[in-house]
């Protein structure tokens, strides 16, 4: 059988060049974490089965690489394997997200971490999804998460340190939406919805953007909904604004079917992160925010670019997830950065690293004799001792295409060491 060059489907080798704009993300993301207090941890990439098919992460539990067990434990399940059985196969996967793992990660190691706890966590995740622009079946994912801290604290934490990081790498005048799973609740019981039908309703509301009021309304008819609720919470939408009065107006329709204090969180949040910003973007209060996850709780949020057409990163609340291990619900808010999406996004307009000092090439006449190399060596040691960039290459025939090539890689210094003039 012949040997592929090609990565497996949906996997990328990645060149130099984005390479290096990965490394200086995660440098940046490290370091303005760092100063928020949000300290690093680790979980394995693979999971429990049992973890990842707990009916917490939506459609992404369609999406598990699954794991088959190994030895003995797999032949005796060979045996008892059918057409309806086949996950006997099976006690592990790939986690498709950090959340979960953080999740099982604090239920296990609570008593010996700070609370609140405030984790930042980056690592490769997998998804079987339809590899597109941007998105891949292996990606890494930078979270952010508070836990332990009940109050709206954490969620303006949250989008104050991720909107600073992306002010520091380049972006601007992108916008965080923001909603309450509560709010959208509110909503679909004032419209006469049934409870057993939220999901279905929160699903077809979440396709606004890309289908419009009428394309809701004509799926949610279709699937056998009153036309009387559909016209009645999508006439909330028509009417609703995307800033501080639109949370307004919803708190006074809606009334007893809101819970008391939805409101006032999501305007403090809003009029919070707006006063204290220290990057050029807009916080909007978008009702038909949905978020896929099954595990949120309360406030959601997402990074709309325009560059992009869609979410480049988003979080929320999910207070009962860690209660799935302990019995015991905790506190606890995220906020994940499409880490692909935004080194994609560098990429295509030709990011440019702050410099940290010049690069430097030596290149060096072919045949140098040992002593003399030795020479070079030394020198380019002494040079890196205090913090410079040395690249020592063997000098090329076409000298000058050899510099062009090196020019891209970000190099602006020359030195070159010929044998009779050493």
């Given at each position: 059988?012949?040997?592929?060059?090609?990565?497996?489907?949906?996997?990328?080798?990645?060149?130099?060049?984005?390479?290096?704009?990965?490394d200086y993300v995660i440098h940046e993301i490290k370091e303005t974490y760092k100063t928020f207090g949000f300290s690093g941890m680790e979980t394995p990439c693979v999971e429990h089965i049992e973890n990842l098919s707990s009916?917490?992460?939506?459609?992404?539990?369609?999406?598990?690489?699954?794991?088959?067990?190994r030895g003995d434990k797999l032949t005796s399940a060979v045996d008892k394997v059918n057409a309806d059985n086949a996950?006997?196969?099976?006690?592990?996967?790939?986690?498709?997200?950090?959340?979960?793992?953080?999740?099982?990660?604090?239920?296990?190691?609570?008593?010996?971490?700070?609370?609140?706890?405030?984790?930042?966590?980056?690592?490769?995740?997998?998804?079987?999804?339809?590899?597109?622009?941007?998105?891949?079946?292996?990606?890494?994912?930078?979270?952010?998460?508070?836990?332990?801290?009940?109050?709206?604290?954490?969620?303006?934490?949250?989008?104050?340190?991720?909107?600073?990081?992306?002010?520091?790498?380049?972006?601007?005048?992108?916008?965080?939406?923001?909603?309450?799973?509560?709010?959208?609740?509110?909503?679909?019981?004032?419209?006469?919805?049934?409870?057993?039908?939220?999901?279905?309703?929160?699903?077809?509301?979440?396709?606004?953007?890309?289908?419009?009021?009428?394309?809701?309304?004509?799926?949610?008819?279709?699937?056998?909904?009153?036309?009387?609720?559909?016209?009645?919470?999508?006439?909330?939408?028509?009417?609703?604004?995307?800033?501080?009065?639109?949370?307004?107006?919803?708190?006074?329709?809606?009334?007893?079917?809101?819970?008391?204090?939805?409101?006032?969180?999501?305007?403090?949040?809003?009029?919070?992160?707006?006063?204290?910003?220290?990057?050029?973007?807009?916080?909007?209060?978008?009702?038909?925010?949905?978020?896929?996850?099954?595990?949120?709780?309360?406030?959601?949020?997402?990074?709309?670019?325009?560059?992009?057409?869609?979410?480049?990163?988003?979080?929320?609340?999910?207070?009962?997830?860690?209660?799935?291990?302990?019995?015991?619900?905790?506190?606890?808010?995220?906020?994940?950065?499409?880490?692909?999406?935004?080194?994609?996004?560098?990429?295509?307009?030709?990011?440019?690293?702050?410099?940290?000092?010049?690069?430097?090439?030596?290149?060096?006449?072919?045949?140098?004799?040992?002593?003399?190399?030795?020479?070079?060596?030394?020198?380019?040691?002494?040079?890196?001792?205090?913090?410079?960039?040395?690249?020592?290459?063997?000098?090329?025939?076409?000298?000058?295409?050899?510099?062009?090539?090196?020019?891209?890689?970000?190099?602006?210094?020359?030195?070159?060491?010929?044998?009779?003039?050493?």
């Amino acid at each position: 059988m012949a040997m592929k060059k090609k990565p497996v489907t949906g996997m990328k080798d990645i060149l130099p060049r984005e390479m290096e704009i990965r490394d200086y993300v995660i440098h940046e993301i490290k370091e303005t974490y760092k100063t928020f207090g949000f300290s690093g941890m680790e979980t394995p990439c693979v999971e429990h089965i049992e973890n990842l098919s707990s009916n917490q992460g939506g459609e992404n539990e369609k999406l598990i690489f699954k794991i088959l067990k190994r030895g003995d434990k797999l032949t005796s399940a060979v045996d008892k394997v059918n057409a309806d059985n086949a996950d006997v196969l099976v006690d592990g996967g790939l986690r498709y997200d950090l959340t979960l793992p953080l999740s099982r990660y604090y239920a296990n190691n609570a008593n010996d971490l700070p609370s609140p706890f405030k984790a930042l966590q980056m690592g490769n995740v997998w998804r079987a999804d339809r590899p597109q622009r941007g998105r891949y079946r292996q990606f890494m994912q930078c979270d952010i998460d508070i836990l332990g801290e009940p109050t709206i604290l954490a969620e303006i934490e949250l989008i104050t340190a991720t909107t600073t990081l992306l002010g520091k790498i380049g972006f601007e005048k992108f916008t965080i939406r923001l909603n309450n799973r509560k709010m959208l609740k509110a909503m679909a019981a004032y419209s006469g919805f049934e409870e057993k039908d939220y999901d279905s309703v929160f699903i077809t509301l979440d396709k606004m953007d890309k289908i419009g009021l009428d394309g809701v309304a004509e799926e949610l008819v279709s699937q056998g909904f009153s036309k009387e609720s559909v016209d009645k919470c999508l006439d909330l939408f028509d009417k609703v604004s995307e800033d501080v009065a639109g949370v307004r107006y919803l708190k006074d329709t809606l009334g007893e079917f809101l819970p008391a204090g939805v409101a006032e969180d999501l305007e403090t949040i809003m009029t919070s992160v707006d006063a204290t910003k220290s990057a050029d973007f807009k916080i909007a209060f978008d009702p038909t925010l949905v978020r896929g996850m099954g595990y949120y709780t309360g406030p959601i949020f997402e990074i709309s670019m325009d560059e992009f057409g869609g979410s480049v990163g988003g979080g929320g609340r999910y207070d009962e997830m860690i209660g799935k291990f302990t019995g015991q619900n905790t506190p606890a808010c995220g906020f994940s950065i499409g880490f692909e999406r935004i080194v994609m996004l560098l990429l295509e307009k030709d990011y440019q690293i702050p410099k940290q000092g010049e690069k430097i090439a030596y290149l060096v006449e072919k045949n140098m004799p040992s002593d003399k190399m030795l020479k070079i060596l030394q020198q380019a040691n002494e040079k890196r001792a205090n913090g410079e960039q040395i690249n020592i290459a063997i000098m090329k025939k076409n000298k000058k295409f050899q510099k062009e090539q090196m020019e891209k890689e970000g190099y602006t210094v020359f030195e070159e060491f010929f044998v009779d003039r050493m």
